[in-house]
């Protein structure tokens, strides 16, 4: 069972819901899921915490938190039960906790596409080539030999990135990426992955 958890804030941010009619109430999660969405306006938020006599800070918060509650249910792929299990946290009227389920599940597959479009998508590397450069003798120094490596990253995005690292340097690279690729396949990596796509 997955529960999403708020905080106090939240929590009292969310509460203003029992105090709301049901039309009023469902107006609210309607402009928070239209906020997800990406339509938000705040000439409309304004516009309706006028028309409903309502305090328009009070609104915004309950917008945001209720905004909240649709980001994190949709990026765990909440069930209905786990879904209404959250909800129960701030224990709306049974009206609202309808409305909020039917707008998160009427709305859920759209949201996880929303939510996969913002993800990050970081570069890969299309090609490694690698130089050593090593000075041999110098007049005025008789320190040893220090090698360095001078590399080149081309990337997806077709960028080239260099860069020049001693070998203490490129050893604890090549470590933290051995580590990084460890933790690829260790199975909290696995259960992350399943829950963000």
């Not at 090593?134 to 997806?156: C, D, F, G, M």
């Not at 080239?160 to 933290?176: K, P, R």
């Amino acid at each position: 069972m997955v529960i999403i958890y708020f905080n106090n804030e939240q929590k009292e941010d969310l509460q203003f819901l029992q105090e709301l009619s049901f039309e009023v109430g469902s107006k609210i999660v309607q402009v928070s899921i239209d906020f997800f969405k990406g339509n938000y306006n705040p000439k409309l938020l304004q516009n309706v915490s006028t028309k409903l006599n309502l305090p328009q800070l009070k609104v915004e918060r309950c917008v945001y938190a209720l905004s909240y509650l649709f980001t994190e249910s949709s990026k765990l792929s909440l069930s209905k039960s786990d879904f209404l299990e959250s909800v129960d946290a701030i224990s709306p009227t049974k009206e609202i906790e309808e409305c909020l389920l039917e707008s998160y599940q009427k709305n859920r597959e759209e949201m996880r596409r929303i939510l996969s479009e913002m993800s990050l998508k970081l570069p890969s590397i299309d090609s490694l080539q690698w130089r050593l450069d090593v000075q041999i003798s110098s007049r005025r120094t008789s320190n040893e030999a220090k090698p360095v490596y001078l590399l080149k990253l081309k990337t997806s995005d077709n960028r080239t990135v260099w860069f020049q690292a001693d070998y203490n340097e490129l050893e604890s690279m090549t470590n933290q990426l051995e580590i990084a690729l460890k933790e690829s396949k260790s199975q909290h990596y696995k259960r992350i992955k399943k829950y963000i796509k």
